[in-house]
């Protein structure tokens, strides 16, 4: 059981730890992958599934621990990602989709509190055509800020489920995953074009109160 708040920004070389696990329906799954400078949004590190390859009908799960939220007014989840759509030959793009999901239940039953998909999950602007290298973060604008208010006020035991859901399209990452801000803090947070998050990089992680 970990307290929020709490930020994993994935720089622990061993991650997933701390009861964080994934799941999936293909021979790929979410994995730590190191990044540039240039290309980073917190730290040196973030979670991939390298969808390029054509999974298209994979699922792809990310489960963290479960969280003590018992301490925290207003309760968020927010993160941080990347991705681009694969657009074909006659210019339809691929409809892959993120969800994020709760459980009180130590996983027993799931809630979406969010999710998108197709052209409105990419983070690049136009997709990338059939014939484009793999997609890796250009830079701080290729990455998009998520945060969700949770009606969650006052609950011990939550748990969060990142799914992805192939559709062919290419590489998506995640990072910077933050559970507990007040709408208030997270709402600085999110209109800040640049952050910082202190130690970067963490040796294993980072508390954010």
Known sequence: MLKAPWFEDIEFKDFPYYGWSVNS???????????ST?????????MTIFNSAGNAG????????????SNIANPVISF????????GAGGQGTNDQLIVYTSEDCGQT???????NGSDLQTT?????????????????SWRLVSRGLNLTNKSNVRFRFEFRSAGGNNIYLDAINVGFTLANNNAFE??????????????????S
Do not use: C, E, K
Request: glycine letters at 4%; hydrophobic letters at 40%; aromatic letters at 14%.
């Open 25 to 35: 329906t293909s021979f790929d799954n979410w994995q730590r992958v190191a990044l």
């Open 38 to 46: 240039t290309s980073s949004i917190s730290g040196q590190h973030a």
């Open 58 to 69: 994979a699922r792809y799960q990310l489960i963290s621990p479960s969280f003590d939220l």
């Open 80 to 87: 941080m990602y990347a991705f681009a759509q694969r657009v």
């Open 110 to 116: 799931w809630r979406s509190q969010w999710s998108d």
């Open 125 to 141: 602007g136009s997709g990338t055509s059939t014939s484009n290298l793999p997609f890796v973060p250009a830079s701080s604008a």
């Open 191 to 208: 209109n800040s074009a640049n952050f910082n998050v202190y130690p970067n990089p963490a040796s294993s992680f980072a508390t954010v």
